[in-house]
């Protein structure tokens, strides 16, 4: 399973669009990518996943690179209850990898 | 559905003491999955099954750990003897297939070894 890596913290502007990076350099041609975050000490909660395509559901877009390198999380209008640890990991058959995560704050 | 159930939320125990952790995954999922997780270590996974088979169970830590899923709707992993460096909050996560697959975490067993 590829290594992520993400900046360890960012913050936004409530209101405002959240772009959080991920890099995930050596993901093999069958691993997806998926984004889950986390709210204090609960349990992780999945966002989004893809493969090749860009990717949007209710809750935010998922931007992949080309040569599948990188993704980007967007989430359109942040509030305050999207501050979480966001993580980003790969897999492939079921199994995933997840990294440090990156902490989104996001300010009033 | 009520989502992945986990008993008990907390756990204090004393170091050597038999430890049991419970998961009830949601109904129809073919995959269980537990994690660990560390302030040094993050989310690791330790074991998964599929269709009540362990699949791998290379993140195991040593043998005082085991994992069993006797039927569909539940699994426990054990810890026996417990060391304070078990310390940690533990995930038991279900998904319906494999690859593509959402996994759906449960509330997690909190786990102090004094």
């Known amino acids: 399973d590829a290594k992520t890596t993400q900046p360890p913290s960012m913050d936004c502007a409530e209101g405002r669009a959240a772009n959080l990076p991920c890099n995930h350099s050596?993901?093999?041609?069958?691993?997806?990518v998926y984004w889950y975050r986390q709210i204090h000490s609960q349990g992780p909660q999945y966002i989004i996943h893809?493969?090749?395509n860009n990717e949007t559901n209710e809750m935010a877009s998922l931007i992949i690179t080309e040569d599948r390198k990188s993704s980007t999380l967007i989430l359109p209008h942040a509030t305050l209850r999207d501050t979480a640890v966001y993580y980003c990991?790969?897999?492939?058959?079921?199994?995933?990898?997840f990294g440090k995560g990156i902490t989104l704050s996001v300010r009033p | 559905d009520a989502g992945v159930i986990q008993s008990p939320r907390h756990e204090v125990t004393e170091m050597g003491q038999e430890v049991t952790l419970r998961c009830k995954p949601i109904?129809?999922?073919?995959?269980l999955f537990w994690y660990r997780q560390t302030m040094m270590r993050g989310l690791e996974l330790l074991i998964y099954?599929?269709?009540?088979?362990?699949?791998?169970d290379s993140g195991m830590p040593e043998d005082r750990f085991s994992a069993k899923m006797p039927n569909a709707s539940f699994s426990t992993l054990k810890i026996q003897p417990s060391e304070p460096r078990d310390s940690a909050v533990y995930f038991c996560?279900?998904?319906?297939?494999?690859?593509?697959?959402?996994?759906?975490f449960g509330p997690g067993t909190r786990l102090l070894v004094l």
């Open positions: 996560a279900s998904s319906r297939t494999g690859m593509g697959e959402t996994q759906y």
């Open positions: 050596t993901i093999s041609g069958n691993e997806y």
């Open positions: 893809g493969l090749k």
């Open positions: 990991p790969t897999g492939a058959n079921s199994k995933l990898t």
């Open positions: 109904s129809g999922h073919d995959y």
């Open positions: 099954f599929n269709n009540n088979v362990p699949i791998d």
